[in-house]
């Protein structure tokens, strides 16, 4: 038989690979970001709800104990404790820990609709704390003062 007599054809390529439809390792990995993201998504939230609610039980505690010791004072230092440690949890350390005096007060005002802090709230934030002949506390002032930290805890 004569080589040049058979009916041979050229040699043909395959098609290229197509990158569409994925192969099931990557559907698989997609799955798995995907679902990592989303957890890592609502345990972020959850944690901050958590954080909230438990300054918000603390500040319930600081009205009770006020109430039953009727001490301005410490009641003062423990709110202004209560949202220091909050605002360092949420803003960073290096952010809010030097903060003190007129610049603590705009830093609790900053991101509200009104100034949640001003005038004599400012005042019993700033001084009450650290007098030891501090006037005490009327019952709407510590209302007061408990609503706005409410509000701010609120806006975080």
Known sequence: MNPESLPLR?????TAISWWPLAPGWWLLA???V??????IWRYFRIDARRRRVAQQRLVGCHREWRQHQEGRRFV?????????YAIAVDGRERVAGLAGNAW???LNSG????LFGGRLAGHLLTTPYRGDAEPMTEAEVLNLLSACRQWLASK
Do not use: C, M, N
């Open 105 to 107: 007060i705009a830093h």
């Open 112 to 115: 509200q609709a009104g100034e």
């Open 10 to 14: 050229d040699i043909h390529l395959p």
């Open 31 to 33: 799955v798995v970001i």
């Open 77 to 85: 230092a423990d709110v202004s404790l209560l949202l220091r440690r």
């Open 35 to 40: 679902s990592l993201l989303g957890w890592a």
